[in-house]
Protein backbone atom coordinates (compact mmCIF):
# COMPACT_ATOMS: atom_id res chain seq x y z
CA UNK A 1 0.00 0.00 0.00
CA UNK A 2 1.14 3.28 -0.62
CA UNK A 3 -0.48 6.35 0.89
CA UNK A 4 0.14 10.05 -0.91
CA UNK A 5 -0.67 13.55 0.85
CA UNK A 6 -0.54 16.32 -1.37
CA UNK A 7 -0.18 20.36 -0.43
CA UNK A 8 0.71 23.55 -1.45
CA UNK A 9 -2.28 24.24 -3.81
CA UNK A 10 -3.71 27.99 -3.24
CA UNK A 11 -5.06 31.18 -5.44
CA UNK A 12 -2.39 32.66 -7.39
CA UNK A 13 -2.68 35.51 -10.24
CA UNK A 14 -2.12 35.04 -13.82
CA UNK A 15 2.05 34.66 -14.30
CA UNK A 16 2.93 33.71 -10.96
CA UNK A 17 3.95 30.43 -9.30
CA UNK A 18 3.19 27.31 -6.90
CA UNK A 19 5.04 24.56 -5.89
CA UNK A 20 2.78 21.49 -5.10
CA UNK A 21 4.38 18.53 -2.88
CA UNK A 22 3.02 15.05 -2.23
CA UNK A 23 4.51 12.90 0.69
CA UNK A 24 4.41 9.68 0.06
CA UNK A 25 4.49 6.73 2.74
CA UNK A 26 3.81 2.61 2.79
CA UNK A 27 5.80 1.03 0.25
CA UNK A 28 7.15 3.34 -1.77
CA UNK A 29 10.95 2.27 -3.24
CA UNK A 30 9.30 0.61 -6.22
CA UNK A 31 6.64 3.34 -7.16
CA UNK A 32 6.65 5.37 -10.45
CA UNK A 33 5.14 9.00 -9.55
CA UNK A 34 2.87 11.46 -11.52
CA UNK A 35 0.85 14.58 -11.45
CA UNK A 36 -2.38 14.20 -12.83
CA UNK A 37 -5.35 17.26 -12.59
CA UNK A 38 -8.59 17.75 -12.87
CA UNK A 39 -11.16 21.02 -13.93
CA UNK A 40 -14.77 20.92 -13.18
CA UNK A 41 -16.67 19.49 -16.06
CA UNK A 42 -13.42 18.02 -17.62
CA UNK A 43 -11.57 14.63 -17.34
CA UNK A 44 -8.54 14.16 -15.06
CA UNK A 45 -5.38 14.70 -17.13
CA UNK A 46 -2.11 13.95 -16.91
CA UNK A 47 0.76 16.44 -15.95
CA UNK A 48 3.98 15.46 -15.41
CA UNK A 49 5.41 12.07 -14.71
CA UNK A 50 8.60 10.23 -13.37
CA UNK A 51 10.60 7.25 -15.00
CA UNK A 52 14.21 6.72 -12.95
CA UNK A 53 15.82 9.64 -13.52
CA UNK A 54 13.78 10.47 -16.59
CA UNK A 55 10.49 13.50 -16.59
CA UNK A 56 7.95 13.93 -18.88
CA UNK A 57 5.13 16.40 -19.67
CA UNK A 58 2.62 16.89 -21.24
CA UNK A 59 2.62 19.71 -23.99
CA UNK A 60 0.36 22.11 -22.25
CA UNK A 61 2.62 22.84 -19.22
CA UNK A 62 5.83 21.81 -20.89
CA UNK A 63 8.57 24.20 -20.45
CA UNK A 64 6.51 26.08 -17.22
CA UNK A 65 6.48 22.97 -14.80
CA UNK A 66 9.09 21.05 -13.26
CA UNK A 67 8.27 17.67 -11.86
CA UNK A 68 11.37 16.47 -9.51
CA UNK A 69 11.20 13.84 -6.40
CA UNK A 70 13.47 13.58 -3.06
CA UNK A 71 13.62 9.78 -2.39
CA UNK A 72 15.24 10.62 1.21
CA UNK A 73 12.60 12.51 2.20
CA UNK A 74 9.69 10.11 0.17
CA UNK A 75 8.74 13.74 -1.86
CA UNK A 76 7.19 14.19 -4.70
CA UNK A 77 7.23 17.80 -6.21
CA UNK A 78 5.53 19.94 -8.68
CA UNK A 79 6.91 23.75 -9.36
CA UNK A 80 4.35 25.71 -11.22
CA UNK A 81 5.64 28.65 -13.33
CA UNK A 82 3.79 30.97 -15.96
CA UNK A 83 0.85 29.93 -14.56
CA UNK A 84 -2.53 30.75 -16.54
CA UNK A 85 -5.90 30.19 -15.92
CA UNK A 86 -6.14 27.16 -18.15
CA UNK A 87 -3.97 25.56 -15.29
CA UNK A 88 -7.06 26.00 -12.99
CA UNK A 89 -8.11 22.52 -11.43
CA UNK A 90 -7.76 20.28 -8.57
CA UNK A 91 -3.95 18.54 -8.65
CA UNK A 92 -3.60 14.77 -7.75
CA UNK A 93 -0.42 12.92 -7.10
CA UNK A 94 -0.83 9.52 -8.29
CA UNK A 95 1.74 6.55 -7.48
CA UNK A 96 1.93 3.02 -9.74
CA UNK A 97 4.08 -0.18 -9.66
CA UNK A 98 6.46 -1.54 -12.23
CA UNK A 99 6.34 1.05 -15.14
CA UNK A 100 5.59 4.74 -15.65
CA UNK A 101 2.62 5.91 -17.68
CA UNK A 102 0.45 9.01 -19.00
CA UNK A 103 -2.70 7.54 -17.98
CA UNK A 104 -5.07 8.17 -15.20
CA UNK A 105 -6.66 4.60 -15.08
CA UNK A 106 -3.06 2.94 -14.96
CA UNK A 107 -2.18 4.42 -11.72
CA UNK A 108 -3.69 2.61 -8.21
CA UNK A 109 -2.63 5.39 -5.88
CA UNK A 110 -4.07 8.47 -5.62
CA UNK A 111 -3.94 11.33 -3.15
CA UNK A 112 -6.84 13.69 -2.17
CA UNK A 113 -6.22 16.43 -4.47
CA UNK A 114 -4.95 20.08 -3.43
CA UNK A 115 -6.76 23.10 -5.48
CA UNK A 116 -5.41 25.56 -7.44
CA UNK A 117 -6.51 28.69 -8.46
CA UNK A 118 -5.32 30.92 -10.86
CA UNK A 119 -7.17 34.35 -11.45
CA UNK A 120 -7.01 36.16 -14.49
Known amino acids: QVQLVESGGGLVQTGGSLRLSCAAS???????MGWFRQAPGKEREYVAR??????YYADSVKGRFTISRDNAKNMVYLQMNSLKPEDTAVYYC????????????????WGQGTQVTVSS
Open 94 to 109: AARDFYSSPFPRDYKY
Open 50 to 55: LSGSST
Open 26 to 32: GRTFTTY
